[in-house]
């Protein structure tokens, strides 16, 4: 590169970023270090085989082991603040957050808007997301509809979670931590050879905090976390050609949950949490998973078996979520109400591929895929008798008045199941045909748990216990995207692709509460995408650039409703919304050591049909931000023989988000900053940290509360708190 090019290159990326002195997000220092000349190149298997990133037509953002430690990424919240167009909303509990990719959005008890594999191995339950992220070696984002290849629920794209592999040599870490809430963290790996064939790696993770946000009326924090994470890996090669890889993992969360205000804008963020229940929220969920792989020359035949449990239970105030002597119903009855929780799913899976050699200039992949789930969840109200906890109630209601008000219980068996395939085929040297389809089954049923003295007031002869409803979902979905590379560096692709997720069951009996479009049945979603993208390095690969453009076409969109009547999370459909945005990545080497990064998305969402009111016609969508923006700079230099240092911070810019179809309420735009520093030294590092470094005060959710009581009209809405600034620092030790 001549002269006259690098003061180009330092001109156009210095303006990008002279609206702030922050370092590059997580994903940066991988793909610079991709692009600049010399430096390694990033793999990823976004079509499951292992090819360039700049190669793949598909819009994909790759975290590799390097940058998961210089960007501290530890859960999925990390991770998705650098990705654009991406958000996450984490409420209410443990097992309670949901993402939104490209104006495709989640909600509470509903299906995920992106199919998640760890490993290989597809997650089954949206409760098990919110997980720490230990021991990891990369993650890749993948977004569009992946369904064909990544499985059920993958709609809105695809997130790939690998966790570092069993070594063939002994190696070690650990890590320990201390944090503003106060509270510690100890993580530590162990990995190496039993034998000649079989390897191992143990990880463990445990992290205690007092919290961050006041409860003023108990004088405590709202929201302590307790998480003992565990996970242990067997990699067993014992000839050419095979191996088979078991994994163990376990999880146990303990903190606090339903910490709500009451208010009327979503902007609204001065009032104290107040709840006179502390409540409970526990969590724990466990993982075994066999991966087996036969490979010869004809191909490699892949077989995945997954065991998975999980059980949480959360307890706290109910509506208005102050304490006893000033709340709604004490004032208007002489007494509270207090509400509980309880979910327990249990889940196994088997997917058998076959995958042909990657090298041949036709390429394929089929499969098979089958999911048993058996799911019991339960809710209810319980009169606050003011002693500061709430009973624990799982499958078995209290006596009804004593202290139970209302009780809704529900079991549901699930089978769904796929026959899916892909073939890929070089027309020329330069342009490649990719098509995939995939057929979804979910069989559902579910039957009602409720004791019969608890179909009160509107619910009297709704139902009845052990009365029994099945309903069935199936979807073809397509996917055919072209590829053509003009060059070595760079790459135009454009596709259409179908997404596709199950239908469910609200619990018996909201339906004859009277919400708005609410019934006990919700139905399946399908979202057709259009896209168009572009790939290149520039500057004698010194600059990379990302361009995607988008329209989607979705029927059956979520939205959620909570009743306090039945103490149930509701889901609805909107009947058609559509989507259309751009994503623009910029990644550049602005001189030895130091790196810059900016990745813009836009989402235009709009209502053009809506069951649950015609007025929604015309308005945004749920959940969806108008824009995102994340920026960042990172420099690092070696101080000494031995020993470095870097900084780097990370800005994300969050647009106006609306939460519900009417759009009554838009939260403004958010600005989040976070701040590291480090010194490394061979087998030792040192990190200081701080997130949202400005204390940016905001609410991560608003939900409409109940209209009519006591008084009609957005007067009585959830907005429930997000995370204040935080501030730590990290030591870690390699052996």
Same mark, same amino acid.
């Given at each position: 590169?001549?002269?006259?090019?690098?003061?180009?290159?330092?001109?156009?990326?210095?303006? $990008?970023?002279?609206?702030?002195?922050?370092?590059?997000?997580? #994903?940066?220092?991988?793909?610079?270090?991709?692009?600049?000349?010399?430096?390694?190149?990033?793999?990823?298997?976004?079509?499951?085989?292992?090819?360039?990133?700049?190669?793949?037509?598909?819009?994909?953002?790759?975290?590799?082991?390097?940058?998961?430690?210089?960007?501290?990424?530890?859960?999925?919240?990390?991770?998705?603040?650098?990705?654009?167009?991406?958000?996450?909303?984490?409420?209410?509990?443990?097992?309670?957050?949901?993402?939104?990719?490209?104006?495709?959005?989640?909600?509470?008890?509903?299906?995920?808007?992106?199919?998640?594999?760890?490993?290989?191995?597809?997650?089954?339950?949206?409760?098990?997301?919110?997980?720490?992220?230990?021991?990891?070696?990369?993650?890749?984002?993948?977004?569009?509809?992946?369904?064909?290849?990544?499985?059920?629920?993958?709609?809105?794209?695809?997130?790939?979670?690998?966790?570092?592999?069993?070594?063939?040599?002994?190696?070690?870490?650990?890590?320990?931590?201390?944090?503003?809430?106060?509270?510690?963290?100890?993580?530590?790996?162990?990995?190496?050879?039993?034998?000649? @064939?079989?390897?191992?790696?143990?990880?463990?993770?445990?992290?205690?905090?007092?919290?961050?946000?006041?409860?003023?009326?108990?004088?405590?924090?709202?929201?302590?976390?307790?998480?003992?994470?565990?996970?242990?890996?067997?990699?067993?090669?014992?000839?050419?050609?095979?191996?088979?890889?078991?994994?163990?993992?376990?999880?146990?969360?303990?903190?606090?949950?339903?910490?709500?205000?009451?208010?009327?804008?979503?902007?609204?963020?001065?009032?104290?949490?107040?709840?006179?229940?502390?409540?409970?929220?526990?969590?724990?969920?466990?993982?075994?998973?066999?991966?087996?792989?036969?490979?010869?020359?004809?191909?490699?035949?892949?077989?995945?078996?997954?065991?998975?449990?999980?059980?949480?239970?959360?307890?706290?105030?109910?509506?208005?979520?102050?304490?006893?002597?000033?709340?709604?119903?004490?004032?208007?009855?002489?007494?509270?109400?207090?509400?509980? #929780?309880?979910?327990?799913?249990?889940?196994?899976? #088997?997917?058998?591929?076959?995958?042909?050699?990657?090298?041949?200039?036709?390429?394929?992949?089929?499969?098979?895929?089958?999911?048993? =789930?058996?799911?019991?969840?339960?809710?209810?109200?319980?009169?606050?008798?003011? =002693?500061?906890?709430?009973?624990?109630?799982?499958?078995?209601?209290?006596?009804?008045?004593?202290? #139970?008000?209302?009780?809704?219980?529900?079991?549901?068996?699930?089978?769904?199941?796929?026959?899916?395939?892909?073939?890929?085929?070089?027309?020329?040297?330069?342009?490649?045909?990719?098509?995939?389809?995939?057929?979804?089954?979910?069989?559902?049923?579910?039957?009602?748990?409720?004791?019969?003295?608890?179909?009160?007031?509107?619910?009297?002869?709704?139902?009845?216990?052990?009365?029994?409803?099945?309903?069935?979902?199936?979807?073809?979905?397509?996917?055919? @995207?072209?590829?053509?590379?003009?060059?070595?560096?760079?790459?135009?692709?454009?596709?259409?692709?179908?997404?596709?997720?199950?239908?469910?069951?609200?619990?018996?009996?909201?339906?004859?509460?009277?919400?708005?479009?609410?019934?006990?049945?919700?139905?399946?979603?399908?979202?057709?995408?259009?896209?168009?993208?572009?790939?290149?390095?520039?500057?004698?690969?010194?600059?990379?650039?990302?361009?995607?453009?988008?329209?989607?076409?979705?029927?059956?969109?979520?939205?959620?409703?909570?009743?306090?009547?039945?103490?149930?999370?509701?889901?609805?459909?909107?009947?058609?919304?559509?989507?259309?945005?751009?994503?623009?990545?910029?990644?550049?080497?602005?001189?030895?050591? $130091?790196?810059?990064?900016?990745?813009?998305?836009?989402?235009?969402?709009?209502?053009?049909?809506?069951?649950?009111?015609?007025?929604?016609?015309? %308005?945004?969508?749920?959940?969806?931000?108008?824009?995102?923006?994340?920026?960042?700079?990172?420099?690092?230099?070696?101080?000494?023989?031995?020993?470095?240092?870097?900084?780097?911070?990370?800005?994300?810019?969050?647009?106006?988000?609306?939460?519900?179809?009417?759009?009554?309420?838009?939260?403004?735009?958010?600005?989040?900053?976070?701040?590291?520093?480090?010194?490394?030294?061979?087998?030792?590092?040192?990190?200081?940290?701080?997130?949202?470094?400005?204390?940016?005060?905001? %609410?991560?959710?608003?939900?409409?509360?109940?209209?009519?009581?006591?008084?009609?009209?957005?007067?009585?809405?959830?907005?429930?708190?997000?995370?204040?600034?935080?501030?730590?620092?990290?030591? @870690?030790?390699?052996?």
């Amino acid at each position: 590169m001549n002269g006259i090019e690098g003061r180009l290159l330092l001109a156009g990326v210095g303006a $990008l970023l002279c609206v702030t002195t922050t370092d590059v997000p997580a #994903q940066a220092e991988s793909a610079i270090r991709r692009v600049a000349p010399g430096l390694e190149e990033v793999v990823v298997t976004a079509r499951k085989r292992d090819e360039s990133s700049l190669d793949v037509p598909v819009a994909v953002n790759v975290f590799t082991a390097a940058d998961i430690e210089a960007a501290g990424i530890e859960r999925p919240q990390d991770f998705i603040d650098l990705t654009p167009n991406m958000s996450l909303v984490q409420t209410q509990n443990q097992g309670t957050s949901f993402v939104t990719v490209r104006g495709i959005s989640q909600a509470r008890n509903s299906e995920p808007s992106v199919a998640v594999l760890i490993d290989g191995v597809l997650m089954v339950n949206p409760s098990q997301f919110n997980q720490e992220l230990v021991d990891i070696e990369s993650i890749q984002v993948l977004k569009g509809p992946q369904g064909a290849l990544y499985g059920r629920n993958a709609i809105g794209g695809a997130i790939l979670v690998n966790t570092r592999m069993p070594t063939d040599t002994f190696e070690s870490s650990v890590t320990l931590g201390y944090d503003s809430g106060p509270g510690y963290k100890g993580r530590a790996s162990v990995s190496g050879p039993l034998t000649d @064939t079989l390897k191992y790696r143990a990880v463990v993770s445990y992290l205690d905090t007092d919290g961050y946000i006041d409860n003023e009326f108990l004088g405590e924090e709202a929201d302590p976390f307790r998480d003992l994470s565990g996970r242990l890996r067997f990699v067993w090669e014992p000839f050419a050609g095979f191996s088979a890889d078991l994994r163990l993992n376990g999880s146990q969360v303990k903190t606090q949950a339903l910490y709500f205000n009451i208010t009327e804008s979503v902007n609204d963020t001065s009032l104290p949490v107040r709840v006179n229940n502390a409540g409970v929220n526990e969590r724990d969920m466990y993982n075994a998973s066999l991966k087996l792989d036969f490979a010869n020359d004809a191909g490699t035949f892949t077989s995945i078996t997954s065991y998975d449990t999980l059980e949480e239970i959360l307890t706290g105030d109910q509506f208005n979520f102050l304490p006893i002597e000033e709340s709604v119903l004490f004032d208007q009855f002489g007494a509270d109400q207090a509400q509980h #929780q309880f979910l327990d799913v249990k889940a196994l899976s #088997q997917e058998l591929r076959f995958t042909s050699p990657g090298e041949r200039r036709v390429r394929w992949i089929a499969g098979v895929y089958g999911i048993w =789930t058996d799911r019991f969840i339960s809710t209810g109200n319980v009169f606050d008798l003011g =002693t500061g906890s709430v009973p624990e109630v799982r499958r078995t209601p209290l006596p009804l008045f004593n202290p #139970q008000f209302t009780f809704l219980a529900d079991s549901q068996e699930n089978f769904a199941w796929a026959v899916f395939g892909n073939v890929d085929v070089d027309l020329t040297e330069q342009l490649e045909m990719s098509m995939a389809l995939r057929y979804d089954r979910d069989e559902r049923e579910n039957t009602t748990e409720t004791p019969n003295e608890f179909f009160q007031g509107p619910l009297v002869g709704v139902a009845t216990q052990g009365e029994v409803r099945k309903h069935t979902w199936d979807e073809w979905q397509p996917k055919v @995207t072209l590829r053509y590379k003009p060059s070595a560096d760079s790459t135009l692709y454009a596709g259409f692709s179908r997404g596709f997720r199950s239908g469910g069951f609200n619990q018996t009996g909201v339906g004859a509460a009277g919400i708005a479009g609410i019934d006990d049945l919700f139905d399946a979603e399908t979202a057709d995408t259009y896209e168009l993208g572009a790939k290149a390095e520039l500057f004698d690969r010194r600059l990379a650039v990302n361009l995607g453009l988008y329209h989607t076409r979705a029927e059956g969109s979520y939205y959620f409703v909570f009743d306090p009547v039945t103490s149930t999370q509701n889901l609805g459909n909107l009947d058609r919304v559509e989507y259309q945005g751009a994503e623009l990545e910029l990644r550049g080497r602005l001189g030895e050591g $130091l790196d810059a990064w900016l990745g813009a998305g836009y989402t235009d969402s709009e209502i053009k049909a809506s069951r649950r009111d015609p007025n929604d016609v015309g %308005n945004q969508a749920p959940l969806v931000s108008e824009y995102s923006v994340n920026l960042g700079l990172q420099y690092r230099r070696e101080l000494m023989a031995g020993l470095s240092g870097f900084v780097r911070s990370d800005v994300e810019l969050i647009g106006p988000t609306w939460f519900y179809p009417d759009n009554f309420t838009e939260r403004d735009p958010v600005e989040l900053v976070n701040l590291r520093l480090g010194l490394e030294g061979g087998a030792w590092s040192a990190v200081a940290w701080v997130r949202n470094l400005t204390d940016e005060k905001y %609410n991560a959710e608003w939900s409409p509360g109940p209209q009519f009581f006591p008084n009609p009209g957005y007067t009585n809405n959830f907005v429930f708190k997000a995370l204040p600034r935080r501030w730590g620092f990290d030591l @870690t030790y390699r052996f």
